[in-house]
């Protein structure tokens, strides 16, 4: 990475701010299908039990249900209210990990385990930690200190005594939805929630032992002012968590039904939205922080940040993670895998994961096998949103190819960004600049060879840059 700072050029944000895939994954997942299954996960699992010293697994657990919508959401989420469903959703759960763990061998250590949703503490702490026992008895995991086990928590269904219950059953990670703590914002995203009851858990984690906090901020939501968001930033840093992630709220009501309730005049205008971006920016990094890339921001303590200095920052599904030598297994409704040179999901419906479960089978609804080129694509843009480069000669030497005739086409598409200063090509390595930190999405897409295909309903627009 070239340097921490991030220039600030409003013009430019403007010019590339088109949409785009934010790269949780190289293909992203509107290029898996139905060609990948049950069958296929089995045969890579069993392949990727292989190796002289066994990789290491992460497991994501999805839990879908809400208690109330929040009107900016994409998540995919269930609303209801009433928590028997949760009983029923995980009797099924229990079965996939019952098929699941066994494709895995028992020498393969989990290192991370996370919960998102949805809303995962829409369970119960104890029905939570029965969760954690279950994937404990299935599978081996890890007693190193690294082991990260993480939650996504919405701050107005949990209290201090719930986090104590959840560090028992060994969390010690969590993530907390803040958005914006204006008032008028939360009304019109149907999200009210206090400063005092967030501050309350927040400080309930650190009590009780928890490495680390994230909480997350939207910028571009309806009623968002420059000056009611300058306050709220001044309420998160003064709670000092490790971790900020600030989103730009993506407005796609044709894809989510949930943001059809938000009033398209309540939106900041595109100066505004800027304004908030560059607000979020200028507060965070005053108060120490650190631009991780891709809207994460972290303490220079955090382990985000110690590894992205070392060159060990992944991305996957869940973000950023320091756990870069793991295969993902993906559990419960919509979850992704990625095992070994596949990505598999889950499907996206509750009615199908649950058929396939009582059937006794894989809820595996499509997915991909890589080949070279998708691994090398896959490869570049890990090493560009994590690290802030693409290091060309390592790239011919680990593939086999001469770099700028492979890409002489991607090289093209980047020229003019090189030329706008968004990044330098050197003789070994392409570098992302300060002017270019915040168009991450925008180099990438340089280097996706799907991006030429139409958009169909299999292949949704993105959301946009910035």
Known sequence: MESQAIAFNAELLRRYDRPGPR??????????????????????????????????????????????????????????????????????????????????????????????????????????????????????????????????????????????????????????????FDPEVQVAVNRIQSVEETRAVVDACRGNGFRSVNIDLIYGLPKQTREGFARTLDIVTGMRPDRVAVYGYAHLPELFKPQKQIVGADLPDAETRLALLQLAIERLTAAGYCYIGMDHFALPDDELALAQARGGLHRNFMGYTTHADSDLVGLGVSAISHVGDSFSQNPRDLPSWQAALDEGRLPVFRGMRLDEDDQLRADLIQQLMCQGEIPMAALERRYGIDFAAYFADALAKLQPLAEDGLVRIEADRITVTSRGRMLLRNIAMCFDRYLDQPVTDARPRFSRAI
């Open 23 to 180: 790269y949780t994954s190289y293909p992203t997942a509107p290029q898996f299908h139905a060609g990948f299954g049950a069958r296929e996960l089995r045969a890579v699992a069993s392949a990727s039990n292989g190796d002289p010293i066994p990789r290491r697994l992460s497991l994501y657990v999805h839990v879908p249900f809400c208690a109330s919508p929040c009107f900016y959401c994409g998540c995919n989420r269930i609303i209801t209210r009433d928590t028997a469903r949760g009983e029923a959703y995980l009797a099924r759960l229990y079965r996939e990990i019952a098929l699941t763990a066994p494709l895995f061998d028992r020498d393969r250590e989990v290192i991370q385990l996370h919960f998102g949703g949805g809303t995962p503490n829409f369970l119960s702490p104890a029905q939570l930690r029965e969760v954690v026992d279950t994937l404990r008895s299935h599978f081996h995991f890890s007693d190193a200190d690294e082991r990260d086990l993480s939650i996504e928590l919405d701050p107005r269904f949990v209290s201090p005594a719930d986090i104590a219950e959840l560090a028992a059953a060994g969390f010690n990670r969590a993530s907390f939805g803040v958005q914006d």
